[in-house]
Every structure is written in structure tokens, then in C-alpha cells.
């Protein structure tokens, strides 16, 4: 998967990994995100947090709370920037500096067969696995409707119909061509 945000700031490009098939992490592994979890309110906090997960928090917090990772992914100068969490829905983005921190983080759904952004209908993406939502109830699966009765028009794109940023609220969200909300992803304020 290739996710593309233009903003006012420019253009920020990430390539993660999709899974392939309803990936099952390791039994122990399944069981210390459980627990992650369960001492968490699974809240998505605009320009905050997703759940657990903070943004500022050094990788090595983020293991020590979730556990390894499902899939990385790294940039051109072979930097790890992106955890994915499969089992939770759940996507780390990090810097790229020495001591590396969360930069945003998302919850988001992965398809069950390869589709091109703007392509995607809710009938092409896995059940959700993990309950994040808003303070409002807005979760993944909800629609675009929803956020816009949310959080207003007052939205920038990035030049497809298919993003819903909040910039000044650190965030975003990537619906289908059928209008539901298959990505919420959080980042600092611009």
C-alpha cells in the first residue's frame, strides 16, 4: 500500500505493507497487545493519541508496550519509519533521527485484494479487529457523512475525494468510494 497526503506543508509520501490475509501474531504476542489495551480506553485523541499509542513516545516505548512489530517499513536511506500491528489495525509512523519517536500514528483496515486508493468499497477490507474511536463515536467503518456532521466542510484534500484532513486538529481520515472510513490517522496540529 502506498498512501500519498499533500498538505499545505507538501507532500509526504509513505509506503507500507498490506497484509495478504488476516495476519494472527504469535499467542504471546496477541496476548501482551491485549493487555495493552485493556489498560488503555482505546480512544482516538485528534493530535494526541490512538489508544496506548502517543505521539512523542521513543520506539523503543512502543515495543516494550506492544511488543515487536507485524511488518516495518523503511525509507529511502533504510531507516525503519512505519510499524504496522496488523492484529490491532493499528500503523506506527516514526522519524527518521537516532533516538526515533512517533510522529502519527493511525488505525486503519487492509484490503483483501490489491485496489487502488479511491478504488476501494468497504465490501474489499478485512472486519475490523480493534475498537479505536473518537470522543464523538467515530470509528473505522463509520461514514464520511459522519465526519463531516463531525467536523464540519472546514476540510483540506489532498486532491482526491477519497482524504478528509483536519490539519489543524492533527487529523485525518481516507474513505472508500462507497463512504466508509477505512483510515483515521493522527499527527501534530499544523
Known amino acids: 500500500m502506498v498512501r500519498f497526503w499533500c498538505t499545505t506543508l507538501g507532500c ?8 495478504t490475509g488476516p495476519y494472527q501474531a504469535p499467542a504471546q504476542e496477541q ?9 488503555s480506553d482505546n480512544l482516538i485523541v485528534p493530535g494526541e493519541r490512538i489508544g496506548p499509542i502517543r505521539l512523542g ?4 516505548q512502543v515495543e516494550a508496550l506492544l511488543g515487536p512489530r507485524d511488518a516495518g517499513v523503511k525509507n529511502l536511506n533504510g531507516v525503519v519509519t512505519q510499524w504496522s500491528y496488523f492484529s490491532l489495525n493499528l500503523v506506527v509512523d516514526f522519524d527518521a533521527i537516532a533516538a526515533q519517536r512517533v510522529i502519527s500514528v493511525g488505525t486503519e483496515l487492509y484490503t483483501k485484494k490489491s485496489t487502488t486508493y479511491g478504488d476501494e468499497r468497504w465490501s474489499d477490507v ?27 466542510r472546514n476540510y483540506a484534500t489532498n486532491g482526491t475525494d477519497i482524504f478528509m ?14 463512504h466508509r472510513v477505512v483510515d483515521i490517522g493522527v499527527f501534530s496540529p499544523r
Open 12 to 19: 509526504l509520501l509513505i509506503v507500507g505493507g498490506c497484509a
Open 31 to 39: 496476548q501482551q497487545r491485549r493487555q495493552a489495551l485493556e489498560r
Open 57 to 60: 513516545m521513543f520506539m523503543d
Open 126 to 152: 478485512y472486519p475490523v479487529t480493534t475498537v479505536f474511536v473518537l470522543n464523538n463515536g467515530i470509528g473505522l467503518g463509520a461514514t464520511s457523512f459522519d465526519v463531516q456532521r463531525a467536523y464540519s
Open 165 to 178: 484532513e483536519y490539519d489543524h486538529l492533527g487529523l485525518s481520515f481516507r474513505v472508500t468510494r462507497d
